[in-house]
Structure formats: structure tokens, C-alpha cells
């Protein structure tokens, strides 16, 4: 896994498969199919088809992830919400956006539930369900959504962070065109 971030940090992305596939034969070797490490590993092969474009993949990994995670931790545990949430955006990019707001949803309940409402990962997951609205022309939903974003991440974050200016003009861009 180390090694393949190092690939990966390198942009050699063909190595950096090469390199999570022979640590998730290892992991599942040396302890089990269902431990951490292979969650771990699931979830960085994902992450990087994500950054690749390569959505079917991501999300075939995330749901390898998420299937450990439902079986190991409960079900309402945050690494279940986080995903689910990245699962969201892969449908988001694939325009499933249906199933977009279903993970969007279940991740922000969990979150709201275990972390609290005004945890920087609620806030997270109001600003992906605003944007996912913004994309759909839905503005009213979307300005919802980023407005509650907003007021957690000016509670909890610098006015120049860039997670409040992203969501800030996330906002003002819905309310322009819903206006």
C-alpha cells in the first residue's frame, strides 16, 4: 500500500494497481477477506479510478468496501456514511443522480446521528447534496443545502478557508440562477 502511493504520488498509476493488488493478495493471505487493511485497500483502488474518471470501477470498489464495512461495523458507523458519500459522487459524475442523493442521504443521516450537526462532515455532505441539486437545476434544494453547509463551515472553519469560499460561491452561483 505504502508503495503504491508512492507510484501513485509519481502519476505511474499502472504501478499503483500493480502494487494495491499484490498488498489486497497479501492482507487477504495473512489475515482475512474481511479485515481492515483489505477495506483499506478496496477503498484506495477506488479513490484513485475516481481520480481517473473510471466511475463503474470506483464504485464497484467502494461497494467491495462498503459490503466489509456493513458486515464488520455497524451499520451506522461513520466510515459506513464517508462510503457512501464518496460512493454519491460517482454517481453524481455519471449523471445517476437518483442514486447520487440516496448515498448522500444515507451518509448525512449517519453523520448527523453519531457526529452531531454541526460536524465539518455534515457540512461536507450538505455542500456534495447542494451541488448535486445545482447540477440538476433544482436551486431552491441546492440553496438549502449550501446555505446549511455554509453556516456549519463559518461556525467551524476560517472565512478564507477554501471549503467556505468554495460552498459560499457554490451559493451564490445557485442563487443567480434561481433568482
Known amino acids: 500500500n505504502n508503495m503504491a502511493g508512492v507510484y501513485k504520488a509519481q502519476g505511474e498509476y ?21 479485515h481492515p487493511y483489505v477495506v483499506m ?14 466511475y463503474k470501477k470506483a464504485l464497484e470498489f467502494y461497494n467491495k468496501s462498503l459490503k466489509i464495512k456493513l458486515n464488520t ?12 458519500n464518496n460512493m454519491a459522487g460517482g454517481y453524481k459524475a ?19 446521528d453519531k457526529l452531531g ?12 447534496m447542494g451541488l448535486l441539486h445545482l447540477a440538476q437545476n433544482n436551486y431552491d434544494s441546492a440553496i438549502d443545502y449550501l446555505q ?10 476560517p472565512a478564507n478557508h477554501p471549503y467556505t469560499q468554495g460552498t459560499k460561491q457554490a451559493l451564490e452561483r445557485a442563487k443567480r440562477r434561481g433568482g
Open 73 to 84: 461495523l455497524e451499520k451506522d458507523h461513520p466510515s459506513v456514511a464517508t462510503t457512501y
Open 117 to 128: 450537526k454541526d460536524h465539518p462532515h455534515v457540512a461536507t455532505t450538505y455542500n456534495n
Open 14 to 34: 499502472d504501478k499503483v494497481l500493480e502494487f494495491y493488488n499484490k498488498a489486497l493478495v497479501i492482507v487477504q493471505k495473512v489475515h482475512s477477506k474481511d
Open 41 to 54: 485497500t478496496y477503498n484506495n483502488m477506488a479513490l484513485l479510478y475516481d481520480e481517473q474518471g473510471e
Open 94 to 112: 455519471q449523471g445517476e443522480y437518483e442514486k447520487a442523493l440516496v448515498s448522500y442521504s444515507k451518509a448525512r443521516y449517519i453523520y448527523l
Open 148 to 157: 446549511r453547509s455554509l453556516t456549519i463551515r463559518k461556525r467551524k472553519l
